[in-house]
């Protein structure tokens, strides 16, 4: 028996307007996360395919269709905001533009779009297994990946130019009188082709270093990605073992959670930040202008990197109103820009 919006209306108490208006992500209608995970995953459990009972079908509309496929669960982008807002911005460069938004769900068989309407093109932020990304191309070919590049010879692809923000944030902290510089993150993790690598931001630092001949093994910090915590120990017990002559006057933090593991380490020893230790962090969130002192960060430019990848997808979408503008993929490397706030201070060494 097909599953019908009656189905699912009786299924989870809310009425069938809200539900077709969620499945079909009405840009006017506004549920808590936990309404509309609820429809969805109701949706999905009881194999709701639309009205038509057929995935496949697409309603008429001139309204071009985006699928968006996520590589977190919303529980891991509340320990790293950078992907959620990469999402918001996404969606609302969308909104601006138009288009309907789908967002894709995650299960063990791939990716799935829980709506009767085609998909015209699909963003995908993060990194994807092969299998998933084979999965999402049952949805459309056209694709545009967010954040990795596992393809340039298929798919369009928008990416931050790390070794450029590297070498703005060293080259900054350099000019401020800094030559005992740390990194902190993890040593290695997956690329566009979830091959584990050395994680390009350490990369880059460790060559800088090199070249500049300031390069020291135990000014590396490594500690995790998304975990505060870890990372204030793992810094907290790095810091007593420093002598003298040792300890860094600054650090390179591969994204805001680590940055803010550190500001908590240095005040466990009674230290203040940016007098003892300046930090650089990466991807200028909400949260670097938030935090206490706000963060000198290497801003990625989220709203931008969002705003190209959309446009991306446009021109390579085929509806019954739009011919592809090309037929060929691009690659898009975004270049960052330095924001000085106040964890930064020049360093005057009169050793």
Known sequence: MAVTLKTLAEHTGF??????????????MTVSEETRRAIFDAAHKLGYTGG?????????????????????????????????????????????????????????????ALSASGIDGIIAIGFFTDAQIDSLQLLSRNITFLDSSPNELLYDSVILNFELGIKQAMDYLRGMGHA??????????????????????????????????LYRAELVVEAPMRDQLAVEEEFDMRMRTWGPGLMPTAVVAVNEESAIGVIHAVRKLGLHIPEDLSIV???DTVMSSVVEPAL??????????????????????????????RHFPQKVVIPPSLIVRQSTAEYD???
Request: hydrophobic share 30%; with cysteine.
């Open 296 to 325: 000198t960060s290497i801003s990625p430019h989220l709203d931008y990197m969002a705003a190209t990848a959309v446009r991306l997808v446009q021109q390579r979408a085929s509806t019954p109103a739009h011919q592809p503008e």
């Open 15 to 28: 009425s069938t307007t809200t539900i077709s208006r969620v499945l079909n992500n009405d840009p006017g």
């Open 52 to 112: 038509s009972g057929r995935r496949s079908q697409r309603i008429v509309s001139d309204t071009m269709a985006i699928g968006i496929a996520e590589m977190l669960s919303p529980a891991e982008q509340m320990t790293d905001p950078y992907f959620l807002y990469l999402k918001n911005f996404v969606e609302q460069s969308c909104y601006e533009h138009k288009l309907q938004t789908v967002t894709l769900r995650a299960d063990a068989d791939g990716y799935h």
């Open 281 to 283: 962090s990466f991807n």
């Open 349 to 351: 060494d009169t050793e």
């Open 180 to 213: 005992r510089i740390s990194f902190v993150g993890p040593k290695r993790l997956g690329d566009e082709h979830m091959h584990i690598v050395l994680e390009p931001r350490r990369r880059y630092y460790e060559h800088y270093m090199r070249e500049a001949g």
